[in-house]
């Protein structure tokens, strides 16, 4: 899955707590008194404190960088097509999974693609690299699977195929793959890059197959797997490709140290203050606490 798939588990939820502001306004009346947006503020401080740096810290991140780098309303769609196309039927459970919304979660990807832009402005890649690269590069395929523990079962799987059984309804029997049992094996599309989250024997497995092919028993370390690639897209030329595969080139040389650095760099360009005593450490690096104190463990 994708890097930003793990990551949204921070940033999702702590977006929703930085819509209370810290003055007096009134969110709750009642006969027993009033609650006002301070109030609020300062609960959620003392019982989300965590989750309000991380708060701050993602709209801090997005004011800075969005003076820098622009992200166009296209740009923001085509990583939201790529998203629904990767998590496929599972896309409406991960939006509610993590109380997102197609505006919310556009949002997310906004922040993603600026600091992308940000990672990847000082890395270079040369023609002879992209050609290279694109004679290696693999299609999207779209692919399912069922995961058993041992090699009997494998062959007992695909001899119940061979017989005309339906993939999806052995999978939710038999597969032990918890991520896309219940979902008839589906992994959704797996693009050129997602194929490296996979253990190599299921990458080789997919190289070979054609579309509507089911593999013989695939072991790997964690089990056998049975796979079918359901449909598969067509590999353009270079030309039409380039502009991506440099994208996805200039990604896989990212260091994630240095695009720390750079985003310390730009926070410090923008003098950045946390006026909130109980939110100093938002931007402290766990390196070099202000003032030379430890940082408090929350």
């Not at 253990?199 to 056998?224: D, I, R, W």
Request: proline content about 3%; charged content about 35%.
């Amino acid at each position: 899955m994708k890097k930003w798939i793990l990551s949204i588990s921070l940033a999702a939820g702590a977006v929703g707590l930085a819509g209370c502001g810290a003055d007096g306004n009134v969110v709750a009346t009642s006969k027993a008194g009033d609650v006002t947006q301070k109030e609020l503020y300062e609960a959620m401080k003392e019982k989300y404190s965590p989750q309000m740096e991380q708060a701050l810290q993602e709209l801090m991140y997005k004011n800075v960088l969005s003076e820098k780098y622009e992200i166009s309303d296209k740009e923001v769609d085509k990583e939201l097509k790529k998203a629904k196309e990767q998590l496929g039927s599972q896309y409406d459970a991960f939006l509610a999974q993590y109380n997102l919304n197609d505006e919310s979660f556009k949002d997310f990807l906004e922040l993603e693609l600026m600091r992308k832009k940000l990672a990847t402005s000082d890395i270079k890649v040369s023609d002879k690299e992209l050609k290279e690269y694109y004679d290696k590069w693999q299609a999207p395929v779209k692919v399912r699977h069922i995961l058993v523990k041992d090699e009997k079962q494998a062959k007992e799987v695909k001899d119940k195929l061979a017989k005309g059984a339906k993939f999806e309804e052995v999978a939710k029997e038999h597969s032990s793959d918890p991520g896309s049992a219940q979902k008839g094996g589906d992994l959704g599309w797996i693009d050129n890059q997602g194929r490296q989250q996979f253990v190599p024997e299921f990458t080789k497995a997919l190289a070979e197959l054609k579309v509507n092919q089911v593999s013989e028993p695939v072991k790997s370390e964690f089990g056998y797997h049975i796979i079918e690639v359901m449909d598969k897209k067509e590999k353009k030329p270079f030309k039409e490709l380039k502009d991506q595969l440099a994208e996805e080139l200039k990604a896989s040389k990212v260091d994630p140290a240095a695009t720390q650095k750079k985003l310390e760099k730009e926070l410090k360009a923008a003098d950045v203050k946390v006026e909130d005593k109980d939110l100093k450490g938002a931007f402290e690096s766990p390196e070099a606490p202000a003032q030379g104190k430890p940082k408090e463990e929350k």
